[in-house]
């Protein structure tokens, strides 16, 4: 299967998806790198990787419309199957996802459905919970509310703080998620 990752940030979990098909535990083809931030280090790394990339800058365009209109052009162009969204930080329209619904996935690092949205990390230190974690679902029109594929708990420590709690979500997330698509696509 041809996957494209889209990612805003630093692109982690883009790199551990990388690092498993290097290693053999992932059988897909890593086709594209979408991303809406230019300076992101997810670019360097698919640059590193010679990954085809596609990096846009939305208030580039007119509408989510035009900008997932030309997303789609690249995905079609290289024959993309599936779509990984590993901290893509905007909500997929219904462009992409009247293509696409079913064939969509996403890595948020709380279990769902608690915590959606941005700084769940945060939100669940403020809360004080005791257990969190990484959630994979479908994606839909919401914001973090498709069907859940898969969840892993983490456990908070009496004096977690945001980097330490980071620290633990994304080792999970770098184990969790590239097996969740081999289970998926292979
Ligand atoms: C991850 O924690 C993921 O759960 C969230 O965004 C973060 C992306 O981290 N959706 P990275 O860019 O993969 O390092």
Redesign the pocket.
Known sequence: KNIAVF??????????IIDAVKSGKLHVNIKLLVCDKPGA??VERANTENIPRFVFTAKNYNSKVEYEEDILRHLKNNEVDFIV?????RLIGSTLLGEYEGRII????SLLPAFPGKD??GQAIDAKVKVSG?TVHYVDAGMDTGPIIAQKAVELSDDENIESL?EK??RV?HELYPAVIEKLLS
């Open positions: 990612a805003s940030g630093s692109g982690s979990n883009f790199q551990a280090f997810a969204l590993a901290g893509y930080m996403n890595i948020h690092p769940a990390i990484v980071q979500i994304h997330e």
